[in-house]
Protein backbone atom coordinates (compact mmCIF):
# COMPACT_ATOMS: atom_id res chain seq x y z
CA UNK A 1 0.00 0.00 0.00
CA UNK A 2 1.43 3.21 -1.24
CA UNK A 3 2.27 5.42 1.63
CA UNK A 4 -0.14 8.09 2.67
CA UNK A 5 0.88 11.77 2.01
CA UNK A 6 -2.28 14.14 2.22
CA UNK A 7 -5.29 13.60 4.47
CA UNK A 8 -8.82 15.22 3.86
CA UNK A 9 -11.37 16.23 6.75
CA UNK A 10 -14.79 16.66 6.49
CA UNK A 11 -17.82 17.23 9.26
CA UNK A 12 -20.88 15.56 8.25
CA UNK A 13 -24.36 15.33 9.23
CA UNK A 14 -25.88 16.85 12.30
CA UNK A 15 -23.21 19.04 14.05
CA UNK A 16 -22.15 18.56 17.27
CA UNK A 17 -20.04 20.39 20.15
CA UNK A 18 -16.79 19.00 19.87
CA UNK A 19 -16.31 19.05 16.58
CA UNK A 20 -13.88 21.95 16.14
CA UNK A 21 -11.81 19.92 18.54
CA UNK A 22 -11.48 17.74 16.29
CA UNK A 23 -10.75 19.17 13.20
CA UNK A 24 -7.70 20.90 15.81
CA UNK A 25 -6.50 17.46 16.62
CA UNK A 26 -6.65 15.74 13.61
CA UNK A 27 -5.06 18.69 11.67
CA UNK A 28 -2.26 19.09 14.09
CA UNK A 29 -1.77 15.00 14.52
CA UNK A 30 -1.43 14.99 11.11
CA UNK A 31 0.85 17.88 10.11
CA UNK A 32 3.01 16.34 12.96
CA UNK A 33 3.59 13.38 11.27
CA UNK A 34 4.77 15.10 7.91
CA UNK A 35 0.91 14.60 6.39
CA UNK A 36 -0.79 17.60 4.36
CA UNK A 37 -4.10 18.24 4.78
CA UNK A 38 -7.28 19.56 3.32
CA UNK A 39 -10.38 20.93 4.73
CA UNK A 40 -13.40 19.75 3.21
CA UNK A 41 -16.27 22.72 3.65
CA UNK A 42 -20.28 21.39 3.81
CA UNK A 43 -19.52 17.60 4.21
CA UNK A 44 -19.86 15.27 0.89
CA UNK A 45 -21.61 18.03 -0.31
CA UNK A 46 -18.46 20.05 -0.54
CA UNK A 47 -16.36 17.33 -1.49
CA UNK A 48 -18.47 17.01 -4.29
CA UNK A 49 -18.89 20.97 -5.12
CA UNK A 50 -15.34 21.10 -4.79
CA UNK A 51 -14.75 23.19 -1.78
CA UNK A 52 -11.07 21.81 -0.76
CA UNK A 53 -9.09 24.11 1.03
CA UNK A 54 -5.28 23.30 2.78
CA UNK A 55 -5.25 23.90 6.11
CA UNK A 56 -2.08 24.58 8.08
CA UNK A 57 -2.21 24.84 12.13
CA UNK A 58 -3.21 28.76 11.94
CA UNK A 59 -6.21 27.62 10.17
CA UNK A 60 -7.43 25.48 13.62
CA UNK A 61 -6.45 28.16 16.16
CA UNK A 62 -8.50 29.14 18.62
CA UNK A 63 -11.38 26.53 17.59
CA UNK A 64 -11.06 24.11 20.68
CA UNK A 65 -13.12 26.54 22.64
CA UNK A 66 -16.09 27.15 19.64
CA UNK A 67 -19.62 25.01 19.19
CA UNK A 68 -20.39 24.03 15.79
CA UNK A 69 -18.51 23.32 13.36
CA UNK A 70 -16.00 25.66 11.47
CA UNK A 71 -15.62 23.43 8.52
CA UNK A 72 -19.57 23.51 7.83
CA UNK A 73 -21.74 20.34 8.04
CA UNK A 74 -24.23 19.54 5.01
CA UNK A 75 -26.17 16.98 4.58
CA UNK A 76 -26.06 15.47 0.60
CA UNK A 77 -28.47 13.26 -1.02
CA UNK A 78 -26.13 12.99 -3.99
CA UNK A 79 -23.35 11.48 -2.08
CA UNK A 80 -26.20 8.64 -1.98
CA UNK A 81 -26.11 8.09 -5.73
CA UNK A 82 -23.10 6.51 -7.66
CA UNK A 83 -22.54 9.63 -9.69
CA UNK A 84 -22.46 11.87 -6.95
CA UNK A 85 -19.76 9.22 -4.78
CA UNK A 86 -18.19 9.31 -8.21
CA UNK A 87 -17.59 13.14 -8.71
CA UNK A 88 -16.67 13.20 -4.91
CA UNK A 89 -13.67 10.59 -6.06
CA UNK A 90 -12.51 12.63 -8.69
CA UNK A 91 -12.38 15.67 -6.61
CA UNK A 92 -10.43 14.45 -3.98
CA UNK A 93 -7.93 12.35 -6.47
CA UNK A 94 -7.68 16.01 -8.23
CA UNK A 95 -6.43 17.96 -5.15
CA UNK A 96 -4.02 14.88 -3.96
CA UNK A 97 -6.36 13.70 -0.94
CA UNK A 98 -5.25 9.80 -0.40
CA UNK A 99 -7.22 9.09 2.51
CA UNK A 100 -10.08 11.13 4.42
CA UNK A 101 -11.23 11.67 8.51
CA UNK A 102 -15.22 12.07 8.72
CA UNK A 103 -16.29 12.98 11.35
CA UNK A 104 -20.18 12.42 12.00
CA UNK A 105 -22.91 10.19 13.32
CA UNK A 106 -24.48 7.19 11.88
CA UNK A 107 -25.20 8.45 8.37
CA UNK A 108 -21.79 9.85 7.91
CA UNK A 109 -20.66 6.76 8.83
CA UNK A 110 -22.89 4.79 6.60
CA UNK A 111 -21.68 6.99 3.66
CA UNK A 112 -18.48 6.70 4.51
CA UNK A 113 -18.25 2.62 4.33
CA UNK A 114 -20.18 2.75 1.27
CA UNK A 115 -17.29 5.05 -0.45
CA UNK A 116 -14.26 3.69 1.17
CA UNK A 117 -15.94 -0.11 -0.68
CA UNK A 118 -16.27 1.55 -3.78
CA UNK A 119 -13.02 3.38 -4.25
CA UNK A 120 -10.90 1.61 -1.80
CA UNK A 121 -10.21 4.71 0.15
CA UNK A 122 -9.00 4.63 3.28
CA UNK A 123 -11.36 6.10 5.68
CA UNK A 124 -11.24 6.67 9.28
CA UNK A 125 -14.25 7.80 10.98
CA UNK A 126 -14.79 9.64 14.50
CA UNK A 127 -18.15 9.48 16.10
CA UNK A 128 -19.40 13.02 16.46
CA UNK A 129 -23.36 13.24 17.57
CA UNK A 130 -25.13 15.06 20.58
CA UNK A 131 -27.43 10.93 20.54
CA UNK A 132 -24.38 8.81 21.35
CA UNK A 133 -26.22 6.16 19.24
CA UNK A 134 -23.06 4.79 17.56
CA UNK A 135 -21.68 1.53 19.02
CA UNK A 136 -18.56 0.58 19.76
CA UNK A 137 -17.93 3.71 21.60
CA UNK A 138 -18.85 4.88 25.37
CA UNK A 139 -19.18 8.35 24.38
CA UNK A 140 -19.37 9.84 21.79
CA UNK A 141 -18.20 13.78 20.66
CA UNK A 142 -21.00 16.12 21.58
CA UNK A 143 -22.97 14.14 23.51
CA UNK A 144 -21.63 15.23 27.06
CA UNK A 145 -22.27 19.43 25.93
CA UNK A 146 -25.37 18.48 25.23
CA UNK A 147 -26.35 16.69 28.92
CA UNK A 148 -25.29 19.89 30.26
CA UNK A 149 -26.92 22.14 28.09
CA UNK A 150 -30.46 20.01 29.20
CA UNK A 151 -29.20 19.99 32.61
CA UNK A 152 -28.71 23.61 32.82
CA UNK A 153 -32.41 24.26 30.84
CA UNK A 154 -34.16 22.31 32.80
CA UNK A 155 -32.93 23.50 36.58
CA UNK A 156 -34.34 26.84 35.61
CA UNK A 157 -37.58 25.29 34.01
CA UNK A 158 -37.90 23.35 37.58
CA UNK A 159 -37.50 26.98 39.36
CA UNK A 160 -40.94 27.88 37.82
CA UNK A 161 -42.58 23.83 37.87
CA UNK A 162 -42.37 23.99 41.33
CA UNK A 163 -44.24 27.40 41.74
CA UNK A 164 -47.48 25.22 40.46
CA UNK A 165 -48.94 21.86 40.40
CA UNK A 166 -48.20 20.15 36.63
CA UNK A 167 -46.78 17.89 34.68
CA UNK A 168 -44.19 18.85 32.50
CA UNK A 169 -42.95 17.38 29.28
CA UNK A 170 -39.56 18.67 27.90
CA UNK A 171 -38.88 17.48 25.26
CA UNK A 172 -35.18 16.93 23.99
CA UNK A 173 -33.33 15.16 21.06
CA UNK A 174 -32.40 11.54 20.45
CA UNK A 175 -34.88 10.32 17.80
CA UNK A 176 -33.59 6.83 18.00
CA UNK A 177 -31.65 6.73 21.18
CA UNK A 178 -32.38 7.30 24.45
CA UNK A 179 -29.47 8.55 25.99
CA UNK A 180 -29.83 12.00 26.57
CA UNK A 181 -33.31 11.66 28.05
CA UNK A 182 -32.35 8.88 30.58
CA UNK A 183 -29.17 10.62 31.45
CA UNK A 184 -30.57 14.09 31.69
CA UNK A 185 -33.49 12.64 33.51
CA UNK A 186 -31.20 10.88 36.22
CA UNK A 187 -28.85 14.45 36.13
CA UNK A 188 -32.31 17.22 36.96
CA UNK A 189 -33.82 14.30 39.36
CA UNK A 190 -36.94 14.29 36.87
CA UNK A 191 -39.71 11.92 37.98
CA UNK A 192 -39.44 9.79 34.47
CA UNK A 193 -37.87 9.64 30.84
CA UNK A 194 -39.82 8.60 27.85
CA UNK A 195 -37.17 6.87 25.39
CA UNK A 196 -37.43 5.01 21.94
CA UNK A 197 -36.02 1.91 23.42
CA UNK A 198 -38.72 1.01 25.45
CA UNK A 199 -41.64 2.39 23.17
CA UNK A 200 -42.62 -1.09 21.56
CA UNK A 201 -42.48 -2.95 25.20
CA UNK A 202 -45.08 -0.81 27.93
CA UNK A 203 -47.26 1.82 27.23
CA UNK A 204 -44.39 4.73 29.13
CA UNK A 205 -47.32 7.33 29.88
CA UNK A 206 -49.71 5.14 31.43
CA UNK A 207 -47.55 3.64 33.38
CA UNK A 208 -46.30 6.77 34.88
CA UNK A 209 -49.98 7.91 35.36
CA UNK A 210 -50.70 4.51 37.11
CA UNK A 211 -47.11 4.90 38.97
CA UNK A 212 -48.91 8.13 41.01
CA UNK A 213 -46.13 10.15 39.71
CA UNK A 214 -47.37 13.17 41.86
CA UNK A 215 -48.58 11.62 45.14
CA UNK A 216 -45.26 13.21 46.82
CA UNK A 217 -44.82 15.98 45.17
CA UNK A 218 -46.02 19.65 43.71
CA UNK A 219 -44.95 19.21 40.08
CA UNK A 220 -43.31 16.67 37.61
CA UNK A 221 -41.03 16.63 35.30
CA UNK A 222 -40.76 14.14 32.57
CA UNK A 223 -37.90 13.85 30.13
CA UNK A 224 -39.27 12.65 26.66
CA UNK A 225 -36.95 11.80 23.76
CA UNK A 226 -38.15 13.12 20.22
CA UNK A 227 -39.90 10.55 18.78
CA UNK A 228 -42.59 9.42 15.58
CA UNK A 229 -44.22 6.93 17.65
CA UNK A 230 -45.33 8.90 20.40
CA UNK A 231 -45.12 12.01 18.83
CA UNK A 232 -42.51 13.46 21.24
CA UNK A 233 -43.86 15.77 24.07
CA UNK A 234 -46.67 17.31 21.91
CA UNK A 235 -48.23 13.64 20.87
CA UNK A 236 -47.77 12.94 24.93
CA UNK A 237 -49.60 15.78 26.47
CA UNK A 238 -52.21 15.49 24.16
CA UNK A 239 -52.98 12.35 25.52
CA UNK A 240 -53.13 13.78 28.85
CA UNK A 241 -55.18 16.10 27.88
CA UNK A 242 -57.64 13.21 26.53
CA UNK A 243 -57.26 10.91 28.84
CA UNK A 244 -56.03 12.24 31.91
CA UNK A 245 -57.87 15.47 32.00
CA UNK A 246 -57.30 15.87 35.42
CA UNK A 247 -54.09 17.09 35.10
CA UNK A 248 -52.67 20.72 34.05
CA UNK A 249 -49.78 19.59 31.43
CA UNK A 250 -47.13 21.51 29.86
CA UNK A 251 -44.22 21.13 27.16
CA UNK A 252 -41.18 22.58 26.36
CA UNK A 253 -39.19 21.59 23.53
CA UNK A 254 -35.50 22.48 23.81
CA UNK A 255 -35.02 22.10 20.46
CA UNK A 256 -31.64 23.96 18.79
CA UNK A 257 -29.98 24.83 21.75
CA UNK A 258 -28.95 21.35 22.35
CA UNK A 259 -26.39 21.00 19.80
CA UNK A 260 -24.82 24.46 20.92
CA UNK A 261 -22.42 26.12 22.98
CA UNK A 262 -19.07 25.58 23.62
CA UNK A 263 -18.05 21.94 24.04
CA UNK A 264 -17.34 20.97 27.68
CA UNK A 265 -13.86 19.82 28.97
CA UNK A 266 -15.02 15.87 28.85
CA UNK A 267 -15.77 16.45 25.01
CA UNK A 268 -12.85 18.55 24.32
CA UNK A 269 -10.45 15.92 25.94
CA UNK A 270 -12.62 12.96 24.00
CA UNK A 271 -12.30 14.97 20.54
CA UNK A 272 -8.63 15.45 20.95
CA UNK A 273 -7.50 11.67 22.23
CA UNK A 274 -10.07 10.74 18.74
CA UNK A 275 -8.36 12.85 16.09
CA UNK A 276 -5.23 12.50 17.09
CA UNK A 277 -5.91 8.20 17.13
CA UNK A 278 -7.54 8.93 13.95
CA UNK A 279 -4.09 10.11 12.29
CA UNK A 280 -2.22 7.08 14.04
CA UNK A 281 -4.83 4.68 12.56
CA UNK A 282 -4.11 5.70 9.40
CA UNK A 283 -0.55 5.65 10.01
CA UNK A 284 -0.34 2.39 11.33
CA UNK A 285 -2.62 1.16 8.05
CA UNK A 286 -5.76 1.19 9.86
CA UNK A 287 -8.77 1.54 7.07
CA UNK A 288 -12.64 1.57 7.30
CA UNK A 289 -12.72 2.16 11.34
CA UNK A 290 -14.31 4.01 13.42
CA UNK A 291 -11.91 5.43 16.76
CA UNK A 292 -13.83 5.51 19.86
CA UNK A 293 -13.18 5.13 23.46
CA UNK A 294 -14.06 2.01 25.53
CA UNK A 295 -13.41 1.74 29.24
CA UNK A 296 -11.71 5.15 28.65
CA UNK A 297 -9.07 3.68 26.17
CA UNK A 298 -8.79 4.28 22.71
CA UNK A 299 -10.42 1.61 20.34
CA UNK A 300 -10.56 1.26 16.94
CA UNK A 301 -14.53 -0.56 15.55
CA UNK A 302 -15.29 -1.49 11.95
CA UNK A 303 -17.91 0.63 10.36
CA UNK A 304 -19.90 -2.68 10.14
CA UNK A 305 -20.36 -3.02 13.64
CA UNK A 306 -19.99 0.80 14.90
CA UNK A 307 -23.46 1.87 12.37
CA UNK A 308 -26.96 0.41 12.54
CA UNK A 309 -26.33 -1.68 15.66
CA UNK A 310 -28.42 -0.99 18.57
CA UNK A 311 -26.64 0.37 21.61
CA UNK A 312 -28.50 -0.69 24.12
CA UNK A 313 -30.08 1.56 27.00
CA UNK A 314 -28.49 0.28 30.55
CA UNK A 315 -31.93 -1.09 32.17
CA UNK A 316 -30.03 -0.13 35.63
CA UNK A 317 -30.20 3.25 34.65
CA UNK A 318 -34.47 3.37 34.50
CA UNK A 319 -34.18 1.95 38.35
CA UNK A 320 -32.01 4.15 39.34
CA UNK A 321 -34.04 7.20 37.77
CA UNK A 322 -37.38 5.71 39.15
CA UNK A 323 -36.04 4.68 42.62
CA UNK A 324 -34.59 7.94 43.54
CA UNK A 325 -37.73 9.85 42.04
CA UNK A 326 -40.35 8.50 44.68
P1 LIG B 1 -25.59 11.86 10.73
O1 LIG B 1 -24.23 11.58 10.22
O2 LIG B 1 -25.59 12.96 11.76
O3 LIG B 1 -26.31 10.59 11.18
P2 LIG B 1 -27.25 11.94 8.29
O4 LIG B 1 -27.96 10.68 8.60
O5 LIG B 1 -28.06 13.07 7.78
O6 LIG B 1 -26.44 12.51 9.54
O7 LIG B 1 -26.12 11.60 7.21
C1 LIG B 1 -25.24 12.59 6.74
C2 LIG B 1 -24.90 12.37 5.29
O8 LIG B 1 -24.24 11.10 5.13
C3 LIG B 1 -26.10 12.27 4.34
O9 LIG B 1 -26.62 13.53 3.97
C4 LIG B 1 -25.46 11.56 3.15
O10 LIG B 1 -24.73 12.45 2.34
C5 LIG B 1 -24.50 10.59 3.83
N1 LIG B 1 -25.15 9.28 3.90
C6 LIG B 1 -26.02 8.83 4.82
N2 LIG B 1 -26.46 7.59 4.52
C7 LIG B 1 -25.85 7.26 3.35
C8 LIG B 1 -25.90 6.12 2.48
N3 LIG B 1 -26.66 5.07 2.75
N4 LIG B 1 -25.13 6.15 1.36
C9 LIG B 1 -24.35 7.20 1.08
N5 LIG B 1 -24.28 8.31 1.84
C10 LIG B 1 -25.01 8.34 2.96
Excluded: C, W
Excluded at 94 to 112: E, Q, R, W
Excluded at 203 to 217: C, W, Y
Amino acid sequence: MAAIKSVGILTSGGDAPGMNAAIRAVTRSAIFNGLKVKGIYRGYKGLIANEIVTFKTQNVSNIIQQGGTILKTARSMEFKTKEGRKTAYDNMSAAGIDALVVIGGDGSLTGARIFAEEYNVPIIGIPGTIDNDLYGTDRTIGYDTALNTIMDAVDKIRDTATSHERLFFIEVMGRDAGFLALNGAIAVGAEDAIIPEMATEVDQLAELIENGFRKSKNSSIVLVAESETTGGAMGLAERVKNEYPQYDVRVTILGHIQRGGSPTSTDRILASRLGYAAIEALLEDQRNVMVGVENDKVVYVPFARAIKNEKPIDRDLLNVLRILSI
